[in-house]
């Protein structure tokens, strides 16, 4: 298995992600507390630090990404509300390509398992999942994912590219 780094936003990634489907996990700093415009938070003040979001696409995943790092869209999901805040920006994202919709539960178990992450939201993101408390983590620093990934056999690491982040 190979562990690579992609640069997002250039159509060498969408050459090197193969599949059309997958599970991916969203790395999200926030450089200062924050709040969202969502009735179900209100209140809520979010707190300064990295956020992991572990979201599905079975089926266009390429743009489903694409989505995530636009800055400019219509709320939909809410990881929208993340995503498109000031205080917010994607550090990286990981994919587990065609990686069945069960392992976005299974990924937020391990992540809480083997790291000192919180829920900062219950019910955020997984609305069509029982099983979860929310697939939004967060942590005051940033988790080392060696110890984690070493045990899945394809993995694709994607930075957004420096265009991207400014």
């Known amino acids: 298995m190979k562990f690579k780094e992609l640069l997002l936003g250039s159509k060498k990634v969408q050459r090197q992600i193969k599949s059309n489907s997958?599970?991916?996990l969203l790395e999200?700093?926030?450089?200062?507390?924050?709040?969202?415009?969502?009735?179900?938070?209100?209140?809520?003040?979010?707190k300064?630090?990295?956020?992991?979001?572990?979201g599905s696409a079975q089926k266009n995943l390429v743009p489903r990404l694409d989505r995530h790092l636009k800055d400019n869209k219509k709320n939909h999901w809410h990881i929208d509300y993340l995503t498109t805040n000031k205080a917010c920006k994607i550090n990286t994202i990981y994919i587990f390509e065609n990686?069945?919709?069960?392992?976005?539960c299974q990924l937020v178990y391990e992540l809480q398992k083997y790291f000192p992450v919180i829920f900062p939201?219950?019910?955020?993101g997984n609305?069509?999942?029982?099983?979860?408390?929310?697939?939004?983590?967060?942590?005051?620093?940033?988790?080392n994912y060696n110890q984690l990934f070493s045990r899945y056999q394809f993995i694709v690491r994607l930075i957004p590219s420096l265009n991207e982040t400014s």
């Open 127 to 143: 609305s069509d999942c029982s099983n979860c408390n929310s697939h939004l983590l967060f942590n005051t620093k940033a988790i």
């Open 48 to 54: 300064k630090g990295f956020y992991y979001y572990a």
């Open 99 to 104: 990686a069945p919709k069960e392992f976005e």
């Open 28 to 46: 999200i700093y926030a450089k200062e507390n924050f709040k969202i415009n969502i009735n179900k938070f209100s209140g809520l003040i979010f």
């Open 22 to 24: 997958g599970i991916y």
């Open 121 to 124: 939201a219950s019910g955020f």
